[in-house]
């Protein structure tokens, strides 16, 4: 099938032709994720959803691609999934070390210090994502997000149907946050050095008299530190990890000088 015709074929047919097990809707449907043509996941009237095709599509084109020998210098890898190409067309600043796999689309003006971007990933305009960070299989980040070293952004492979970690546009990870198991970040929300988000961590909202739990969401605007909650077990009782919401970023300022105050007016490590 020549590029034409495959560009000519509209989402919902290659959707049809993807889970019928067409190996050449199977490349197209990746070359389109490289591209920026789909996502594995977008957001509709405020809630995410999953194109669960597109994740059959990736994981198909494991099964179809031939394992094979690249170098670059003195470096060798052996692999299904080569490596991005074309990042001075988009826009996009790599520096030595940033890695990208094909399929993984990054939106001009982003920045990629030393870093791992895994397959069917989105990376919005504006974002950095900092040295020794990683952004998971299908994770979603947004726009003007900054992603800080050694931050873990899992991936949501299987199953398929699964929502992937989103963070959402003008988010802050402070170093060595850890965020997977699908949780989503909702935009503008400041998230401070060492939280770990997994679906089942308490995120509890110490801003009120009684304490607000929630799972898996950290609402807009959050101010997130980590926390502790005792727990009784057998053996006696201990601290278990949770996160906690002490604040809101400013909405009189704008965001840049709101997430400098957020950082100040918490005392929030970075």
């Known amino acids: 099938m020549r590029a034409t ?3 000519a074929i509209p989402d919902d047919q290659l959707e049809v032709m993807v889970e019928r097990g067409d190996a050449a809707a199977v490349a197209e449907t990746m070359d389109r994720l490289d591209w920026g043509l789909l996502r594995v996941a977008r957001k509709v009237d405020g809630e995410w959803r999953t194109n669960a095709w597109v994740k059959k599509a990736i994981l198909a084109y494991f099964g179809i691609a031939a394992m094979t020998k690249h170098e670059a210098g003195p470096f060798e890898w052996r692999d299904k999934i080569p490596l991005k190409r074309g990042l001075e067309r988009a826009g996009v600043r790599a520096v030595p070390g940033a890695v990208v796999r094909y399929s993984a689309f990054v939106e001009s003006g982003a920045i990629l210090m030393p870093c791992f971007v895994n397959v069917g ?11 020794w960070a990683t952004v998971g299989s299908c994770a979603q980040v947004g726009r003007e997000c900054h992603v800080a070293g050694g931050v873990g952004i899992g991936g949501v492979l299987e199953p ?5 970690v989103v963070i959402e546009d003008h988010v802050f990870l402070g170093s060595r946050c850890i965020v997977v198991e699908g949780v989503r970040v909702e935009e503008g929300a400041v998230v401070a050095a060492g939280v770990v ?26 101010v997130v530190i980590p926390g502790t909650r005792t727990k009784s077990f057998a053996a006696g009782t201990y601290g ?14 704008d965001r840049k000088t709101s997430l400098e105050r957020a950082l100040r007016e918490f005392d929030v490590p970075t």
Do not use: F, H, N, W
Request: aromatic share 2%; net charge positive.
């Open 121 to 131: 990933a989105y990376v919005g305009a504006g974002t950095m994502i900092d040295t």
């Open 197 to 222: 988000l997994t679906s089942s961590t308490a995120i509890v909202d110490v801003t009120g008299p009684k304490e607000v739990v929630s799972r898996g969401r950290v609402p807009a605007s959050s």
């Open 240 to 253: 278990v990890p949770c996160a906690l919401v002490i604040g809101k970023r400013s909405a009189s300022t």
């Open 160 to 164: 398929p149907s699964a929502v992937p």
């Open 5 to 7: 015709e495959r560009a």
